[in-house]
């Protein structure tokens, strides 16, 4: 993959700030935080039988949807080198797309279009490329899972300005397509005494 990026936020991810994230967010206990959390975002869905994930890292998300949804075909987008070796061998190396989400290319649609902690640090002018992605690569459903915040706004990440993001992701992209319903929305808390995951407000969408 070439790095003729369009954003800072690409290079950002794409370097060594990306790589050093995979040590950060893996392992069983992660795992069994993912397995709850799709148990619960997809409880008012029909089962998907296929999926793309946009910004999958080394796949934590997919070894859970793998676990609850036996032989779900998957596809993964993952702008991360090192990320993308790793997500290889969860989902098969013809599935894992390295590149940037603007440049990435699938023309099948899915049951399933995921993105879940990935918007907030995508670049704000750039937001509508991706909620089209997501909008044309999916066939039922889509999960927006991000920091919700009810106007934009931007916040320190790690040291760093302008590579955090919050706003009101899900709300957009209903605006923007107004044939997509909100069928179910809930909040994990990293507090939380079982299933800790970051402070993420996800929301289910059916076309």
Known sequence: MGNNFKTPQESFWAGEFGEDYIDRNKGDLLLAANLNFFNNALKMAV??????????????????MKL????????????????????????????????????????????LALIKGVLIHINPDMLN??????????????IVAEYYNPAPVSIPYRGHEDRLFKRDFAGEIMDKFPDLELIDYGFTYRRDNNYPQDDITWFLLKK
Not at 89 to 95: A, C, R, S, Y
Not at 129 to 142: A, G, N, P, R
């Open 47 to 64: 089962k998907p039988n296929s999926m793309v994930e946009f910004g999958a890292n080394i796949g934590m998300n997919l070894k859970a």
């Open 129 to 142: 490329t991706v909620y089209q992605k997501l909008y044309d690569v999916s066939s039922k459903y889509i």
């Open 68 to 111: 609850l949804f036996p032989g779900i075909q998957i596809k993964a987008i993952e702008i991360n080198e090192k990320a993308h070796a790793q997500l290889s061998q969860v989902i098969g190396f013809d599935n894992a797309i390295n590149s940037s989400i603007f440049d990435a290319e699938i023309s099948e649609k899915v049951d």
